[in-house]
């Protein structure tokens, strides 16, 4: 009997660990000598280990056949100059050995011609600002990465262009972006429809950070990562799971849980989702729309970095398990983006329209308060104009009222 409980929230990834103790000693101390936080290095390390299996694996977490996970996670990087991203991302993208896979922000014919050379491509961009702002300007571009998320689409050369080019499509993004950017181009543009909830990895922190790195790679932890990633991209990994004799679809094998897990998956998404049915912010509902994403990629790559150690390739109700803990890490930084950008508008709105009201009092020396009503529009109270002129009293803004008049 599977026991529910209201999901609490998590503000770290404490919660999960592999079952490799060199990887948590890897997590642990590339943190403490960088000085950053485990979950950002956590972070990096699942979207590349998942983006480093997606053309080879994928999740069926169901008995429907026709439901698949594939583990190219996006992952967003929120944070401002100084929070070391730029050193982080170019350290992981050394450890793929196949660095074929990265893609260049280039046309999409240009990524078309790439696709059709490899599987799988990877964004791993430092500014993500950049990739961003080429899917608000350019719909063609938007809707070919778009489909890319899914990680098993197939795109026919009728539907994309001339070129010849009839292969499944399967695009990871990693990147890095400051905090004003992210909020502009995808909560406050038209691109929080349908992009935000890809973004399932999502870190934010807005402390600044400019701290010495004392980091240089240890040598009993370095050569291991390395070394999983090289696993990962030899064929003798492909041959082991053919050898298994998964399923196929599209070229990648089939892992299905077990059956404990399957419940596991079902129960519990099921009553996250109805747990935030009654919120009425569309972004939430897209977002935990495409969040068996996250829970199905964080337990498939537990499960074969299990399997490239015993060679049984098998989704367990612990990796599950983990899979959602990473879920509610998520949900936290989602509900935590919101709030900051949400406070800090208010914030900003509340300082314009303290500038308005002082700026009136200083060009007339008398005004009533009907009159700052009708003269601003953000005013349309009394009690409005009363709560605007007591927060320019904490500022020591000298004025006076009398008879409804404010004289400064």
Do not use: C
């Amino acid at each position: 009997m599977i026991e529910l409980k209201k999901f609490e929230l998590h503000k770290t990834l404490n919660t999960i660990t592999f079952e490799d103790d060199i990887l948590n000693k890897f997590v642990s101390e590339f943190a403490f000598l960088h000085d950053i936080d485990e979950e950002l290095v956590k972070i990096y390390l699942y979207s590349f280990l998942g983006n480093a299996i997606a053309d080879k694996v994928i999740l069926n977490p169901t008995t429907d056949k026709n439901y698949y996970i594939s583990p190219n996670l996006w992952a967003a990087i929120v944070a401002p100059p100084g929070t070391k991203k730029s050193v982080l991302l170019e350290f992981f993208k050394k450890l793929p050995e196949d660095n074929t896979k990265f893609l260049d922000i280039a046309t999409k014919e240009a990524i078309i011609e790439e696709m059709n050379k490899i599987k799988h491509g990877i964004f791993a961009v430092d500014e993500l600002s950049l990739l961003l702002n080429k899917l608000k300007n350019d719909a063609e571009y938007r809707s070919f990465i778009l489909t890319g998320w899914n990680g098993y689409s197939r795109i026919s050369k009728k539907t994309v262009s001339k070129e010849n080019f009839d292969e499944v499509i399967s695009i990871g993004i990693i990147g890095n972006i400051q905090p004003d950017p992210f909020f502009k181009l995808v909560l406050q543009d038209n691109l929080n429809d349908g992009l935000i909830q890809r973004f399932q990895l999502l870190y934010f922190n807005t402390n600044y950070k400019n701290t010495l790195t004392m980091y240089s790679p240890p040598s009993h932890i370095f050569p291991h990562l390395k070394n999983i990633f090289k696993t990962l991209n030899d064929k003798k990994f492909n041959l082991l799971l053919k050898n298994k004799k998964f399923k196929t679809f599209q070229n990648r094998f089939i892992i299905t849980p077990t059956l404990n897990a399957q419940r596991l998956f079902v129960i519990k998404l099921n009553f996250l989702r109805k747990q935030y049915k009654n919120n009425h912010d569309n972004k939430l509902h897209a977002f935990l729309g495409k969040i068996d994403k996250v829970v199905g990629s964080i337990a498939l790559i537990h499960a074969i970095l299990r399997g490239i150690r015993t060679e049984n390739f098998e989704v367990t109700k612990e990796d599950i398990f983990k899979g959602f803990e990473f879920a509610k890490y998520s949900l936290y930084q989602f509900f935590n983006i919101n709030e900051y950008f949400n406070s800090s508008n208010k914030q900003k709105e509340q300082n314009n329209l303290k500038y308005k009201v002082l700026k009136k009092l200083v060009q007339r020396k008398i005004i009533t308060k009907r009159e700052l009503i009708q003269q601003i529009s953000n005013l349309n109270t009394v009690s409005d104009v009363n709560k605007v002129l007591s927060e320019l009293e904490k500022d020591n803004i000298k004025f006076r009222i009398e008879k409804n008049k404010i004289i400064i």
